[in-house]
């Protein structure tokens, strides 16, 4: 497995995929220069005469509600249908589900057209899944990932989506495995928008390589979270984290790679 994660990185930086992000107005610099580090090529197109054809010259698609108003949604629901009219390869990532309701409508809207996977915390996924909508702390998780497995294999068997758990354990559900992923440092969760990356990067390896999406999950969880965990022995604090994690998700080696990564597989 670990080569096989290696060479996904490796086909992602020689074939440099085109992914059309609609996302949210925090995140899209840190979004698209994260896409460009990694080796794939981002847009961020919203547009409504435009969107449609955006997706269609594109590889893969990444939807994310964080900054909501009523255009995006309809750019959002107009590209997510045409995805699925395509059979290419989507992402939904539902930033603060559970907050609200228009949140809620938007993302059971939007999972009608079937995403391939589904990234979010442990809050996001557990509201999504309607298992609890007690506590929801804005964008942030008040759960641990492991406490939002059950929700999230309700979601994998209800939608069909690869369900992504982010975390201090990253956790990637399908119907026939889980991987656990370990990598990453706490500091990650002080920089804006690392959740929002970790979404764009598993599309860049969904548009790489659309036929195995759990495969593609894991190696962008992986390949984050490894990339942070050493980019955050050279910073002092999240600005220099920052600028040191696109460093090294350019310049990531494969014997880096192998010596920090740290994942757990459990079959069904």
């Known amino acids: ?65 964080g900054t909501l108003d009523e255009y995006w949604c309809e750019s959002m629901d107009r590209a997510a249908k045409k995805a699925n009219e395509l059979h290419k390869s989507w992402i939904l ?25 589904i990234r979010g915390n442990a809050s996001e996924i557990m509201a999504i899944a309607k298992v609890s909508r007690l506590h929801t702390k804005g964008v942030d998780s008040v759960y641990q990932s492991e ?19 982010s975390g201090a354990v990253d956790v990637i559900i399908s119907r026939k495995q889980k991987a656990f992923i370990r990598n990453g440092h706490p500091m990650m969760q002080q920089v804006t928008g690392l959740g929002c990356t970790a979404t764009a990067i598993i599309a860049a390896f969904l548009g790489n390589d659309a036929s195995d999406p759990f495969h593609a999950t894991v190696s962008a ?24 994690l696109l460093d090294k998700l350019y310049n990531l080696t ?15």
């Open 254 to 268: 494969e014997q880096e790679f192998s010596s920090y990564l740290k994942i757990d597989f459990q079959n069904d």
């Open 147 to 165: 406490e939002a497995i059950e929700a999230a294999q309700w979601l994998n068997s209800s939608t069909g989506s690869i369900i992504c758990v």
């Open 1 to 65: 497995m670990e080569k096989s994660l290696w060479k996904s990185i490796l086909s992602v930086r020689t074939d440099a995929p085109l992914i059309h992000n609609i996302t949210n107005y925090v995140v899209m610099n840190n979004t698209a220069n994260a896409l460009l580090a990694i080796g794939a090529s981002p847009i961020m197109a919203h547009a409504h005469p435009e969107v449609e054809e955006m997706v269609n010259i594109s590889n893969a698609l990444v939807i994310n509600i």
């Open 93 to 117: 990532d539902p930033v603060g589900a559970g907050a609200t309701l228009f949140r809620d409508q938007t993302v059971i809207n939007l999972i009608n057209y079937k995403p391939t996977v």
């Open 221 to 244: 969880m992986c390949l984050l979270g490894i990339a942070g965990e050493i980019a955050q022995k050279n910073s002092n604090g999240p600005g220099s984290l920052q600028m040191n």
